[in-house]
């Protein structure tokens, strides 16, 4: 049975939002899911320090799934890129902190596929570096850091559903599970 280890941001848990439809998405292909909660809340210092952090929490859960799981990242969660990269495990990154050089230079060490997902509105995302990261990459025009895009929530809705769709191709693409 394949594993997947699901990693929440900071705002919400591992089964909300974005989080609980792709896990959701995995569980339906046979995956055993594995999700992360926060022992506390992280340090406020956004840097290596709050990488190092995030690292300490997801590590022993790391050591419990299976032999390779896929990662599954919102957010804070994201932080995780650095242990994917040195483990080559696959990876869905929702909203992942691209513009910090020391959170980005995780996602280049990848030797694993991986998919990206963020939205223009969002401070945090940087679509050209996405692009040259990963041919995996869904983009929305408009979508803030929470992937909700202005209008009637129902185009937030739709949204969802296209990523859901471009995780479902993703793992078509990468054979997962094999």
Known sequence: MADAVVIPGGA???AAGLLMYVGELVERR??????HSWSHDPPMEFGPR???????EVWPLLETAGDRPLLIGKSLGTLTAALAAENSLPAVWLT???????????????SAPFLLV????DRLWDGRLARRLTPYLLEVDGADHG??????????????ARVIAAVEEFLDAIRWPG
């Open 12 to 14: 919400f848990g591992p």
């Open 50 to 56: 709050l990488e190092g952090w995030v690292r300490d």
């Open 147 to 160: 992937m909700y895009v202005p209008g009637p929530l129902t185009d937030s809705i739709a949204v969802l």
């Open 118 to 121: 963020g939205g223009t509105a």
């Open 30 to 35: 046979g995956a055993r899911v594995h999700r």
């Open 96 to 110: 992942p902190l691209l513009t910090a050089p020391w959170a980005a230079a995780a996602f280049d060490a990848a």
